[in-house]
């Protein structure tokens, strides 16, 4: 390969993973089965990318992307406003999300939803 | 087992990788003895095994991650959905009282995620799956900022054309993490489901 100056920030090669998780990625579940022998027992490791893999859709979740979006400093964003936007697409693809947010409005759910 | 069980896996797979090409068996897995190897294995299966070894001569594995730069990503959501623009500033001026302003803030900004990701990923998979001999992508998580997971089978002379296109396809707001070359653990399923 060329040995060129690169200078791309979002880009990170490694020749190898290193993190638990990558390193389970590479081995875990992938590779030749040898059907009805042995295996060991992976147990704890199991339970590892289960736990990464679980999807939590709470209303956790929403907050803290609610939160990320109240951080921005809406100044430095390029001028979007209510008025030079058109709605329609956000409206469709919402809509999902809207029946999610009418069970998160019922009164008398707050407080087991939170609880999660 | 722990975790330098796996890393010692990894690493005989990769010492071995270098020097020769490679079928590599899944974490786990035991026989008894070299005899059983032999006699239980590589007997009855030599065909597809040898037919598993051509294919998977001079090509590599990358391990490829994608996801999104929080900030950014959020920044580019608020300059082009109007309805998150709205609902933020009702969120924004009931301040502590807009705790159900807020959870559906969040919802249109994870709606907006949701198909944001998906066609990020499609473009993902398609740019380096032009310099690939095979793909496994992962399902993707439908939560977070997680856009694409997968592996790519490439051949050693195409890893140029493949580094070229992951410089092209990282930037804002996408942060991208290569992995490799690797053995080609997820290629090595004789029948891949």
Redesign the interface.
Known sequence: ??VAT?N?D?????????G?A?????????????DA??????I??ELVTIDA?I???S?D????????????D?S???G???ED???KG??S??K???E??KD??TPGK?QKEKSR | ?R?RD??A??RS??QIFAETTV?????????ESRAAVER??LAPRRKELAELLDRLEGKVQM?V?AEY???SV??A??????????V??R??ALGAAG??E??????????????RRARDADHIAETLGATATDVVAEPA????LGVF?GYFLVARES??AF?DA??QL???P?????????PP??F???DRS
């Not at chain 2, 079928?23 to 026989?31: H, K, M, R």
């Open positions: 390969m060329a690169r791309n979002y880009l990170q090669r490694a020749p190898s993973p290193s638990l990558d390193v389970i990625d590479v081995i875990l579940d992938k590779g030749l089965v040898i022998f042995v295996r060991i027992s992976v704890g490791i893999r999807v939590i859709a209303v979740t929403y907050l803290r992307f609610a939160e990320a979006v109240n951080r921005l809406l430095e964003t390029n979007a406003t209510i936007l058109g709605e956000a409206e693809e919402t999902g999300a809207l999610g947010a998160a409005l707050r | 087992v975790r796996l890393v896996h990894l797979l990769e079928a590599p068996c899944s974490f786990g897995t035991v026989l239980d294995f391990n991650k730069e929080e900030e959020m920044r959501i608020v300059s082009e959905d109007a309805e998150v623009v709205r933020r500033e969120a924004r705790h159900y807020n959870i559906r803030l969040g919802e249109l900004v994870a709606a907006n995620l949701a198909a998580a439908a939560e977070g997971k890893l140029p580094d992951l410089e990282a930037g804002e996408l942060r991208i993490d290569s992995f490799g070359p690797l653990t997820a090595a399923g004789l």
